[in-house]
């Protein structure tokens, strides 16, 4: 067979070497013209269905599946494909309904009997779906911990906790991580190890910094120069990547910083024993993790007492409800009286918010005429931050202000915009006509929309972070309505550091949709925006000081 003068097997070959490269588009084009002459084929199928999958474009790649299934349903891994596939698009019920049927016909590991009972939806339908998944999750935690079964991390049968999506919600999860924990601890041996040494007298500070995103990513930003702040003669230092970080301009500044002979880069190794047995050889005195639960492999390694202190940051400000956490670093703008309440962590407090973040550079900035213009209400925000109850809040904006338009943004596979889109359909008067879905957007006109914008919107329960700080390079301000969790409290802590003079933040849900609309349409909204962007300057950029306070802290640990 022939298929443009070219052999069916060169086509192949040429298909395949493009998939290596990832060069998905063309390795698409390439198979989907061999599936023309040969649709049941299935070294083609399975390929497409990778190029598919790795390219983001779910849809296709769950309608490739479902046809190699068809043709064998014994295909090695094809269900647990399959269920990841669903798991991209959000579609829970129907990635559970799948793994039932797999494990009835036992192809699938035993792992997956808990995996199905804890997943948690992205972008939630109601309130109701919350609690649902939220009594399903601590069942299948009594469940394990009734058990005696052992599993194998390293042997591919890793379960993914719900410890992210679980918190973008009102809810206090500390007693639910704790029986996380301990459920984990349980079925996983490995996670028992203890690896403390005490540090000699005389000897520098051996601290690591744990992520998978010292990279272009918010923890990126968020971190870099305050362990770029560290006293050199005080500390060794190491950065310890995962094999997953990606080669960024931001990860070139670790690199320059080795070659500096201030730090050292190690990529962990990917298995957990071997991570241990290197944590074993090292023998660190701090391990400090800048997020935890937004990364599987390390939400893994932070269960494991691997130091003698170990240091969570905000991240993602949750508490682990892990004993292998001693503290949570974060600002005394952060918490209210009740905070410490829904930490297992200790927490150590900054007077500034933890970070030196330097004021964002952009090639072309707008005007004026562009940043007085009212009415334009903007959440640019993940969408998974957008809790049920903040829709009506959205709604309630556009109903009152007629001239008001409201931005958003859509995911890149806009998977999680058609959830929300008709979870707004269900508000009847959500006017969908003046809401806008801008595609996902370079970082400098990202922060220009920011500065276009009258007003932002700080989502409820789970707010704005990196974002608000780039919002300041032109002075937009934030509505915010700040709870008892850190979670939510991060734009109204940036707040107290600028010492705005009565900032916008709000106890109630109509004081929100007010201010908001009140700040939309005030007269001298280029005023406000050039005085919260000279605070910002002031007080929020560039806090040289909040190196010197990290460094202090992390020395008391010693003294």
Same mark, same amino acid.
């Given at each position: 067979?022939?298929?443009?003068?070219?052999?069916?097997e060169?086509?192949?070959?040429?298909?395949?070497?493009?998939l290596?490269?990832? @060069?998905?588009s063309?390795?698409?084009?390439?198979?989907?013209?061999?599936?023309?002459?040969f649709? /049941?084929?299935?070294?083609?199928l399975?390929?497409?269905?990778?190029?598919?999958? %790795?390219?983001?474009?779910?849809?296709?790649?769950?309608?490739?599946?479902?046809?190699?299934?068809?043709?064998? /349903?014994?295909?090695?891994?094809?269900?647990?494909?399959?269920?990841?596939?669903l798991?991209?698009?959000d579609?829970?019920?129907?990635?559970i309904?799948?793994?039932e049927?797999?494990?009835?016909?036992?192809?699938?590991?035993?792992k997956?009997?808990?995996?199905k009972?804890?997943?948690?939806?992205?972008?939630?339908k109601?309130?109701?779906?919350?609690?649902?998944?939220?009594?399903?999750?601590?069942e299948?935690?009594?469940?394990?911990?009734k058990?005696?079964?052992?599993?194998d991390?390293?042997?591919?049968?890793?379960?993914?906790t719900?410890?992210?999506e679980?918190?973008?919600?009102?809810?206090?999860?500390?007693?639910?991580?704790?029986?996380?924990?301990?459920a984990?601890?349980k079925?996983?041996?490995?996670l028992?190890?203890?690896?403390?040494?005490e540090?000699?007298?005389?000897?520098?500070?051996?601290?690591g910094?744990i =992520?998978?995103?010292?990279?272009?990513?918010?923890?990126?930003?968020?971190f870099?120069?305050?362990?770029?702040?560290?006293?050199?003669?005080?500390?060794?230092?190491?950065?310890?990547?995962?094999?997953?970080?990606k080669?960024s301009?931001l990860?070139n /500044?670790?690199?320059?910083?080795?070659?500096n002979?201030?730090?050292?880069?190690?990529?962990?190794?990917?298995?957990?024993?071997d991570?241990?047995?290197? %944590?074993k050889k090292e023998?660190f005195?701090i391990?400090?993790?800048?997020d935890?639960?937004?990364?599987?492999?390390?939400?893994?390694?932070?269960l494991?007492?691997?130091?003698?202190?170990?240091?969570? =940051?905000?991240g993602?400000?949750?508490t682990?409800?892990?004993?292998?956490?001693?503290?949570?670093?974060c600002s005394?703008s952060?918490i209210?009286?009740?905070?410490?309440?829904?930490?297992?962590?200790?927490?150590l407090?900054?007077?500034?918010?933890?970070?030196?973040?330097e %004021?964002?550079?952009? /090639?072309?900035?707008?005007?004026?005429?562009e940043?007085?213009?009212?009415?334009?209400?903007?959440?640019?925000?993940?969408?998974?931050?957008?809790?049920?109850?903040?829709?009506?809040?959205?709604?309630?904006?556009?109903?009152?202000?007629k001239?008001?338009?409201?931005?958003?943004? *859509?995911?890149n596979?806009?998977?999680?915009?058609?959830?929300?889109?008709?979870?707004?359909?269900k508000?009847?008067?959500?006017?969908?006509?003046?809401?806008?879905f801008l595609?996902?957007?370079?970082?400098?006109?990202?922060?220009?929309?920011?500065?276009?914008s009258s007003?932002?919107?700080d989502?409820?329960?789970?707010?704005?972070?990196?974002?608000?700080?780039?919002?300041?390079?032109?002075?937009t301000?934030?509505?915010?309505?700040?709870?008892?969790?850190?979670?939510s409290?991060?734009v =109204?802590?940036?707040?107290?550091?600028?010492e705005?003079?009565?900032?916008?933040?709000?106890?109630?849900?109509?004081?929100?949709?007010?201010?908001?609309i @009140?700040i939309?349409?005030s007269?001298?909204?280029?005023?406000?925006? *050039?005085?919260?962007?000279?605070?910002?300057?002031?007080?929020?950029?560039?806090?040289?000081?909040?190196?010197?306070?990290f460094?202090?802290?992390?020395?008391?640990?010693?003294?």
């Open positions: 067979m022939v298929v443009n003068k070219i052999s069916t060169e086509l192949f070959k040429i298909a395949y070497n493009h290596q490269n990832k @060069n998905y063309k390795s698409i084009e390439l198979f989907n013209k061999i599936l023309s002459h649709p /049941e084929n299935l070294s083609v399975r390929n497409l269905l990778h190029a598919y999958a %790795f390219s983001g474009d779910f849809h296709n790649a769950e309608n490739t599946i479902k046809k190699v299934l068809r043709l064998n /349903e014994k295909e090695p891994y094809v269900y647990q494909f399959y269920a990841s596939i798991k991209n698009q579609k829970i019920d129907e990635m309904n799948l793994i049927e797999g494990l009835s016909k036992n192809l699938m590991s035993s997956w009997k808990y995996q009972e804890l997943l948690y939806p992205v972008v939630v109601d309130n109701n779906e919350i609690d649902k998944f939220r009594t399903k999750i601590s299948c935690y009594d469940q394990i911990l058990n005696s079964e052992q599993l991390y390293d042997n591919d049968q890793i379960i993914q719900p410890h992210y679980s918190s973008y919600n009102q809810h206090d999860n500390l007693e639910l991580n704790i029986k996380s924990v301990k984990l601890r079925i996983y041996r490995e028992n190890e203890n690896c403390v040494v540090k000699k007298e005389n000897e520098k500070i051996k601290i910094f =992520s998978e995103f010292f990279t272009n990513h918010t923890i990126g930003k968020l870099k120069n305050i362990i770029f702040s560290l006293d050199q003669t005080k500390f060794n230092i190491f950065i310890l990547h995962s094999k997953k970080t080669a301009k990860f /500044e670790f690199i320059e910083k080795e070659k002979g201030f730090l050292k880069n190690i990529r962990l190794p990917e298995k957990l024993g991570k241990i047995n290197f %944590f023998k005195n391990l400090f993790y800048p935890i639960g937004m990364s599987v492999e390390m939400y893994y390694l932070s494991i007492r691997l130091a003698k202190h170990q240091i969570m =940051s905000w993602h400000p949750e682990t409800g892990s004993e292998s956490i001693d503290f949570f670093l005394k952060l209210t009286d009740e905070t410490s309440k829904s930490y297992s962590e200790k927490l407090l900054m007077d500034h918010l933890p970070m030196i973040y %004021f964002p550079k952009i /090639e072309q900035k707008i005007n004026d005429a940043l007085s213009k009212n009415n334009i209400y903007s959440c640019p925000q993940t969408m998974f931050k957008f809790h049920p109850e903040f829709d009506h809040i959205l709604a309630e904006i556009l109903k009152k202000d001239k008001g338009v409201l931005y958003l943004i *859509k995911d596979n806009k998977i999680y915009f058609n959830k929300l889109i008709d979870r707004f359909k508000i009847k008067f959500f006017d969908l006509d003046r809401v806008i595609d996902p957007l370079s970082r400098d006109n990202y922060i220009n929309h920011l500065g276009t007003v932002l919107l989502p409820l329960y789970f707010g704005a972070g990196n974002s608000f700080h780039e919002s300041m390079v032109y002075g301000p934030t509505v915010t309505m700040p709870t008892k969790y850190i979670k409290r991060i =109204s802590a940036a707040y107290m550091q600028m705005i003079e009565k900032p916008p933040i709000v106890k109630n849900k109509n004081e929100y949709v007010e201010l908001a @009140n939309a349409n007269d001298n909204l280029l005023e406000i925006k *050039k005085y919260y962007q000279k605070k910002a300057i002031e007080k929020l950029f560039n806090t040289t000081k909040a190196g010197e306070e460094n202090q802290i992390l020395l008391n640990l010693y003294q």
